[in-house]
T-cell receptor, first 114, second 113 residues
Framework: DTAVSQTPKYLVTQMGNDKSIKCEQN?????MYWYKQDSKKFLKIMFS???????INETVPNRFSPKSPDKAHLNLHINSLELGDSAVYFC?????????????FGPGTRLTVL | AQSVTQLDSHVSVSEGTPVLLRCNYS??????LFWYVQHPNKGLQLLLK??????LVKGINGFEAEFKKSETSFHLTKPSAHMSDAAEYFC???????????FGKGTKLSVKP
């Protein structure tokens, strides 16, 4: 059973389009995250949700809108896609908000904006 | 503020020789420290974590790391490299009271036959 799953795995789209990436975890965790990994492999947090509430919102353009319908899901919607949005997006989950628990990562979604 | 510095962007070793991936951290608070591994086109997998218990931490696949507060280091080691160890390795710091992970820039490990 996959612990943290993301769909789609690959996403190729044109500039200006709107797209969504879905994330689901079956670990019973209450905190979920979105990370962006750039072409140099650098990972940076974008958002964090705890029990469906937004906890962390880093400096991310408001074209990015996360949505958490329940504790097991955290989706990422992106409006008006730009070339610079091309990256790998990782979803992660954790039990609680304390830093002592590790995060479990999904396999990633490779977004290519043409 | 917290930060992580991985001192080598690329490390190349021969199969069967020791691996050393270096990491220094900066934290105003008691940190939790992690090492994650990312194989090509895969997600991140936890290798090991330090959260205030023993300073020498053993992880999966024969890896271990030692927390040295005086040196603010958390270097990752393995006695004998295997071809399957070739991957990108990330050192990560977090405040124990909060879950925000701060990633280093990664070290790419190459293993030569």
């Amino acid at each position: 059973d996959t612990a943290v799953s993301q769909t789609p795995k690959y996403l190729v789209t044109q500039m200006g389009n709107d797209k969504s990436i879905k994330c689901e975890q079956n670990l019973g965790h209450d905190t979920m995250y979105w990370y962006k990994q750039d072409s140099k492999k650098f990972l940076k947090i974008m958002f964090s949700y705890n029990n469906k509430e937004l906890i962390i919102n880093e400096t991310v353009p408001n074209r990015f809108s996360p949505k958490s319908p329940d504790k097991a899901h955290l989706n990422l919607h992106i409006n008006s896609l730009e070339l610079g949005d091309s990256a790998v997006y990782f979803c992660a989950s954790r039990l609680g908000q304390g830093g002592y628990n590790e995060q479990f990562f999904g396999p990633g979604t490779r977004l290519t904006v043409l | 503020a917290q930060s992580v510095t991985q001192l080598d962007s690329h490390v190349s070793v021969s199969e069967g020789t020791p691996v050393l991936l270096r990491c220094n951290y900066s934290s105003s608070y008691s940190p939790s420290l992690f090492w994650y591994v990312q194989h090509p086109n895969k997600g991140l997998q936890l290798l090991l974590k330090y959260t205030s218990a023993a300073t020498l931490v053993k992880g999966i696949n024969g890896f271990e790391a030692e927390f040295k507060k005086s040196e603010t280091s958390f270097h990752l080691t393995k006695p004998s490299a295997h071809m399957s160890d070739a991957a990108e390795y990330f050192c990560v710091v977090s405040r124990r009271s909060q879950g925000n992970l701060i990633f280093g820039k990664g070290t790419k490990l190459s293993v030569k036959p």
